[in-house]
């Protein structure tokens, strides 16, 4: 455990974060899947929303379709490797069948947008559902869990409101 510091000590230390407000500037990329389409499509309109509705102008977005969750990290790799791009959200959904299909591409797709993101220094978002159901998935894609989508978005928008302000920052 870690001792408490005393009352007045954390004015000191340098805080930083990212915020939801964008460069005039800032381009955003979405990487959907196009299976489990019905899902996908809208995970897709909550990312867009999001972006949207937090000042990123329409015409600097694009939405970059790739046929499966195994796909999302290659379209990743691709879109980070352009050097104009502020943040990546990537969504799909790999819902869970009768087989270990499931497990591998899961894994591999959200790892791979890991490594993308390490290696290119370009936050993703990332809105790939791993459901038992479709039922969880729908729920989870703008139903009663809400939109993770949406969610991939703003932390997109975040952690590129952060790497900007640690790119002109001693921290």
């Known amino acids: 455990m870690y001792p408490r510091p005393v009352m007045g000590q954390q004015t000191s230390i340098k805080r930083v974060e990212g915020t939801f407000d964008v460069a005039p500037r800032s381009r955003f990329a979405i990487v ?3 299976f489990n389409q019905e899902v996908v499509e809208r995970l897709l309109e909550g990312s867009i929303d999001a972006l949207i509705r ?5 015409t600097h977005v694009t939405v970059l379709s ?3 969750a195994w796909e999302i990290p290659f379209g990743c790799e691709h879109v980070a490797r352009r050097k104009n791009i502020s943040g990546i959200v990537a969504v799909g959904a790999v819902i869970r069948g009768e087989t270990s299909h499931f497990e591998r591409v ?3 797709s959200i790892s791979g947008c890991a490594r993308v993101m390490g290696k290119h220094g370009v936050p993703i978002g990332l809105g790939i559902l791993t459901t038992e159901s479709l039922a969880q998935a729908m729920a989870r894609a703008g139903g009663s869990m809400g939109n993770k989508g949406w969610e991939a978005a703003l932390s997109a928008l975040e952690m590129a409101s952060l790497a900007a302000r640690l790119a002109g920052s001693n921290t």
């Open 54 to 58: 937090h000042g990123v102008d329409r």
């Open 106 to 108: 899961a894994a591999e």
């Open 66 to 68: 790739v046929p499966g």
């Open 32 to 34: 959907a899947s196009r």
